[in-house]
């Protein structure tokens, strides 16, 4: 299984960018699957998850309500939606997805230890 991430870049505090990532060699409607980050000099954050049924989602407090995930079956892709970027969402943004049997509640979705395929990582940066 491989994850492609793409669509980070430069943008003003105030704009909007829209990451994607594609799966290759399954599908992420079997899949748990989250956006992390992780900025210079600080450890990684959860940012946001989608559960593969029902499509329950999860954010972290300092981006709900300005950020949204979101799955396409048909294009088998996840998406983050990040609107009202600030400068302090400035980080290299990377998708993950668990493709376990196994039930994993809200906590454990924040969690990067739950996810066994990642991405590689895009860069988002947002100037002030």
């Known amino acids: 299984v491989q994850l492609q991430a793409s669509g980070g870049g430069l943008v003003q505090a105030g704009g909007s960018l829209r990451l994607s990532c594609a799966a290759s060699?399954?599908?992420?409607?079997?899949?748990?699957t989250a956006w992390f980050r992780q900025a210079p000099g600080k450890e990684r954050e959860f940012v946001a998850a989608?559960?593969?049924?029902?499509?329950?989602?999860y954010y972290a407090d300092s981006v709900r309500g300005r950020f949204t995930i979101s799955r396409d079956n048909a294009k088998n892709t996840v998406s983050l939606q990040m609107n009202s970027l600030k400068p302090e969402d400035t980080a290299v943004y990377s998708c993950?997805?668990?493709?376990?049997?196994?039930?994993?509640?809200?906590?454990?979705?924040?969690?990067?230890?739950?996810?066994?395929?990642w991405g590689q990582g895009t860069q988002v940066t947002v100037s002030s």
């Open positions: 989608i559960r593969r049924s029902g499509g329950s989602t």
């Open positions: 060699g399954r599908t992420f409607s079997g899949a748990d």
């Open positions: 993950a997805a668990t493709f376990s049997d196994s039930y994993y509640g809200s906590i454990s979705l924040r969690l990067h230890q739950t996810f066994d395929y």
